[in-house]
């Protein structure tokens, strides 16, 4: 079972998640607002243990297992599965990050030679970064949005420039960037 928004899945992921399955192995993409149910549904089954991790299980889950038919470790044993790697996924995750490292790189010498020009701005920042890792092979789109911030801006939580707040960037002050890529 897969609890997700629905409205987000195609057509084209749900023939991908059941593509050679069975009825019985086949994915059920379910509405994430029926999570709950469907755990106090399930935990109802006569010989049923549900297998959780505590760091990552929210109490809204937690709370609905009755206890006898919980088991619990610190980290889930999907996390603890997806951890393992093969070598060919060690190989391609070792060339993703070098890709990406040489798009940071290019972007830092970027900065070293613009940033004392006064052309640099958090929001040119966040584009150019963006766009030197769009040149590099098999990038899929940035992981999340580009925080981009200069001087005081640089110690807001999870700051993003807009029209009102972007600032050119200096030699002067600090710069915190963060990105990231999907490759």
Known sequence: RLFVNVSRITDGVRTYLNTNCSRSTSVQILDYEKVRETVTDYAQ????????GSR???YGLYE???KGK????????????K????EKEQRLLKQCHIRDAVAVVEYLVWLEKNVPKGEVTEISGAKYVDKLREKQANFKGPSFDTISAGGLNAALPHYRPDNQTDRKLTAAEMYLVDSGGQY
């Not at 089954?45 to 959780?52: A, L, P, S, Y």
């Not at 980290?75 to 599965?81: D, E, K, N, Q």
């Not at 951890?83 to 093969?86: C, D, G, L, R």
């Open 64 to 66: 609905v297992i009755p």
């Open 70 to 81: 919980l088991v619990s470790e610190t980290y889930s044993p999907v996390l603890m599965t």
């Open 45 to 52: 089954g006569e010989n049923t243990k549900i297998w959780i």
């Open 56 to 58: 990552y299980t929210n």
């Open 83 to 86: 951890a393992v790697k093969t």
